[in-house]
């Protein structure tokens, strides 16, 4: 398009130009317009990646690298309201490391911090891609599986806990045995995320209860 006057220019711009040369039009001028374009790419790339950062940290664990506690509680709410749209059922376990405080006191916060990232890439090798996990606080857990009924839950619990104990955390040249206890329930009905989270609470409880390194389903 051939440039001829402020009215053209503007036409131009309001169309979608972003940038505009006059014919016959310079070489220099144009390299220099072009790194112009490109410095404003790349400033958007930046800006973008930002962006997608600042929402990483506000929904995600900043040691493990899993979900915290906010962003998975929204979805264990979406999953139980699907689940009640759906008629099916939604898997939830509440995981809590045993004796957590006594691997702190003797091994160390450091070495308390490589189980905590061990045990989060345990779990995430043992559920299903589309099942959520996430650090619910301290040394707990929190993991959604969507689909599942109480016996698929109970079976996934299994899987988590014997993976857990399977073989110990190397942490600082050291091998830490870590043990876990699982409270197992399902929802299958219109339920609050507050309320499901209680069941499975007292069902891990009753796991403590037991004797630990165990699954308990309620």
């Not at 220099?28 to 790349?42: D, F, N, P, Q, Y």
Request: proline content about 2%; some cysteine; charged content about 25%.
């Amino acid at each position: 398009m051939k440039w001829n006057n402020t009215e053209d220019v503007v036409t131009g711009l309001e169309a979608g130009a972003d940038d505009y040369l006059t014919k016959p039009f310079d070489r220099s001028e144009l390299r220099a317009r072009l790194r112009v374009g490109k410095r404003i790419l790349t400033l958007q790339d930046s800006l973008i990646r930002a962006r997608e950062e600042l929402r990483f940290q506000a929904t995600h664990d900043a040691l493990t690298g899993i979900r915290n506690r906010g962003a998975l509680l929204d979805v264990l709410q979406r999953e139980i309201e699907r689940a009640s749209r759906t008629q099916g059922s939604t898997g939830v376990l509440l995981l809590d490391l045993d004796h957590f405080k006594k691997v702190n006191d003797t091994y160390g916060h450091f070495a308390g911090d490589e189980v905590l990232r061990e045990v989060s890439r345990r779990v995430l090798q043992v559920i299903r891609s589309y099942d959520f996990v996430g650090r619910h606080g301290g040394e707990e857990f929190l993991v959604v599986l969507p689909g599942c009924d109480r016996a698929q839950a109970l079976q996934s619990a299994e899987r988590i806990r014997s993976a857990i104990a399977a073989q110990p955390v190397l942490a600082d040249g050291q091998q830490i045995p870590v043990t876990i206890s699982v409270g197992t329930t399902s929802a299958t009905s219109n339920i609050s995320a507050k309320e499901i989270l209680g069941i499975a609470d007292t069902a891990l409880y009753q796991s403590k209860d037991a004797g630990r390194n165990c699954a308990t389903l309620l």
